[in-house]
């Protein structure tokens, strides 16, 4: 019996346009036109798979993303802050230039090292990693098997990848791309994780997976 992860990037907000830190609540933008759109279309490729559970990070642009599927699916969303975006403290709605200029040593910190360097203010990615493995484990002792698809955000899903390929979570950044929408197949199988996709945006026409995104 196996557990299929389906891990998916919310659509396009306009900070993922441009590059801006945002990962609370209180910094929650929703999705653009084509973000929504991309969530539609995703809908509509993934709907007719059969499953077993939809679990979402609470912020408004991944509630946003999963709310087609669920509307064509019947299954009610479960909402995980374990799957919510890493928190950026006082790097909120601030570009990178801008926080290379006004907090320059802990921004190159954060940028050798962020698995023990945190924005002031905000969360490590050891944080990220302890969070999300207790998220893992729960789906582990809570379903025998079935296909769960997790909507969350870029820093917590590449860090996510790291803990399940058991690679240094502070180097999340150099070891994966993944752009807005990206879907992430991992099994949970007998011998540890299996990684059938990593960042794919094949179920995206050319027209949406062309536009910018960070």
Same mark, same amino acid.
């Given at each position: 019996?196996?557990?299929?992860?389906?891990?998916?990037? +919310?659509? $396009?907000?306009? #900070?993922?346009? /441009?590059?801006?830190?945002?990962?609370?609540?209180?910094?929650?933008?929703?999705?653009?036109?084509?973000?929504?759109?991309?969530?539609?279309? @995703?809908?509509?490729?993934?709907?007719?798979?059969?499953?077993?559970?939809?679990?979402?990070?609470?912020?408004?642009?991944?509630?946003?993303?999963? $709310?087609?599927?669920?509307?064509? /699916?019947?299954?009610?969303?479960?909402?995980?802050?374990?799957?919510?975006?890493?928190? #950026?403290? $006082?790097?909120?709605?601030?570009?990178p230039r801008v926080v290379n200029y006004k907090f320059h040593d802990q921004y190159v910190r954060w940028l050798t090292?962020?698995?023990?360097?945190?924005?002031?203010?905000?969360?490590?990615?050891?944080?990220?990693?302890?969070?999300?493995?207790?998220?893992?484990?729960?789906?582990?002792?809570?379903?025998?098997?079935?296909?769960?698809?997790?909507?969350?955000?870029?820093a917590t899903i590449r860090i996510l990848l790291c803990v399940l390929l058991g690679i240094d979570v502070g180097r999340?950044?150099?070891? @994966?791309?993944?752009?807005?929408?990206?879907?992430?197949?991992?099994?949970?199988?007998? +011998?540890?994780? @299996? @990684?059938?996709?990593?960042?794919?945006?094949? +179920?995206?026409?050319?027209?949406?997976r062309s536009l910018p995104s960070t």
């Amino acid at each position: 019996m196996t557990i299929t992860l389906y891990i998916l990037r +919310h659509g $396009q907000t306009a #900070y993922s346009e /441009t590059g801006g830190y945002c990962g609370t609540p209180a910094n929650d933008p929703g999705l653009t036109p084509a973000g929504i759109e991309m969530a539609k279309v @995703f809908a509509q490729v993934y709907a007719n798979l059969p499953w077993t559970g939809i679990l979402v990070s609470p912020l408004r642009r991944t509630i946003e993303t999963a $709310q087609p599927i669920c509307d064509q /699916t019947g299954i009610t969303m479960q909402l995980k802050p374990e799957l919510q975006e890493i928190a #950026y403290g $006082q790097w909120e709605g601030l570009q990178p230039r801008v926080v290379n200029y006004k907090f320059h040593d802990q921004y190159v910190r954060w940028l050798t090292d962020p698995a023990w360097n945190a924005p002031p203010g905000g969360e490590k990615a050891v944080d990220i990693a302890l969070r999300v493995w207790k998220l893992i484990q729960e789906i582990e002792q809570t379903y025998v098997d079935g296909n769960i698809l997790l909507v969350s955000h870029k820093a917590t899903i590449r860090i996510l990848l790291c803990v399940l390929l058991g690679i240094d979570v502070g180097r999340y950044r150099d070891r @994966f791309d993944m752009p807005v929408n990206a879907l992430s197949i991992v099994e949970l199988g007998h +011998h540890g994780p @299996f @990684f059938r996709i990593i960042g794919d945006r094949s +179920h995206l026409p050319e027209s949406l997976r062309s536009l910018p995104s960070t």
